[in-house]
């Protein structure tokens, strides 16, 4: 579900944080031994300090919103708060393909909210088949072909409740006009239940290829946040090193530090937010298909 996949992330997160400052740590005793050896100022350790106290913040809070979302796990679950036992391998998780190509528009209209809306033109006495036959051509997930206007002309078809009673007006003249307001009535209901299937369909069509669009540009962040992420580890050992000798100021060293834990959090998010928007395109499918 979308919260495991929240709660996962947040593990993640923490070790994310945990390994950065442990880096953070290292550097600050570098520093702090520099200072007493004349070669850095009480400026530069006190830099050094802030950054790790506030990477110490944000794992602490972290730590929190781990533990409400475990907590509220538990209580979906109908137990009490314990340890979640849970995969580690969120970060090398692989996640597979899925693109809009791949899928049928066709499988929304199993959605419960559209069923519903098939048993209003049912109830209309209309044709539910002309109803769901009129999107047929046009349901399709691609970037180049939308959901156009629908046909009337198919839905309002001579076999409907509606144009059947007009060749049984032969009746008295007073139940003509009996007939006829009923007709107007009938044919109102079945525009109103055309209407809204038409509204439902076409809500859910758009709910869906802005949630696949989503997943395939999140893919694509992930992909270009995980070379950043390289260049950073780089980016901090050459920091490092320079600064070691003598070549680079701690700023840059603070700057590289920061930059990789950015970095690394910002590629847990998008591939939590990735994995959630998947679940959320299975819910908006209607939770399965045939």
Excluded: C
């Excluded at 790790?52 to 533990?67: D, G, M, P, R």
């Excluded at 679950?77 to 692989?94: C, E, R, T, V, W």
């Excluded at 930059?259 to 998947?278: H, N, P, V, W």
Aim: positive net charge; hydrophobic residues 40%; without cysteine.
């Amino acid at each position: 579900s979308i919260l495991y996949y929240e709660y996962l992330g947040l593990n993640s997160e923490l070790k994310i944080l945990n390994k950065n400052i442990e880096l953070q740590e290292r550097a600050y005793e570098i520093i702090q031994i520099q200072k007493v050896a004349g070669e850095a100022t009480e400026l530069a350790v006190q830099l050094f300090r802030n950054q790790l106290l506030n990477t110490k913040t944000i794992k602490n809070e972290t730590k929190q919103l781990l533990a409400e979302t475990e907590n509220r796990i538990h209580f979906l679950m109908g137990k009490f708060p314990a340890k979640l036992n849970h995969n580690d391998s969120f970060l090398i998780y692989q996640i597979p393909d899925f693109t809009i190509a791949n899928y049928s528009a066709k499988i929304i209209l199993d959605r419960p909210d559209i069923i519903d809306a098939e048993y209003e033109i049912k109830a209309s006495n209309a044709d539910v088949k002309a109803a769901k036959a009129a999107f047929y051509p046009q349901l399709n997930f691609n970037p180049f072909a939308g959901l156009h206007s629908f046909e009337s002309r198919v839905w309002f078809s001579p076999e409907s409740f509606a144009f059947a009673m007009l060749g049984n007006l032969t009746a008295p003249i007073f139940q003509q006009r009996v007939l006829k307001t009923n007709l107007k009535k009938q044919r109102a209901a079945q525009k109103t239940a055309y209407l809204n299937y038409y509204q439902k369909v076409l809500g859910a069509y758009h709910e869906v290829y802005t949630l696949m669009q989503a997943s395939e540009n999140l893919l694509t962040s992930i992909q270009l946040k995980n070379e950043q992420i390289e260049a950073s580890k780089m980016a901090v050992n050459y920091a490092n090193d320079l600064f070691l000798g003598g070549k680079a100021s701690y700023l840059e060293v603070i700057n590289a530090q920061q930059g990789l834990l950015s970095a690394e959090l910002d590629f847990i998010r998008l591939k939590k937010y990735l994995l959630q928007t998947r679940v959320n395109i299975y819910a908006a499918f209607g939770g399965g298909w045939k």
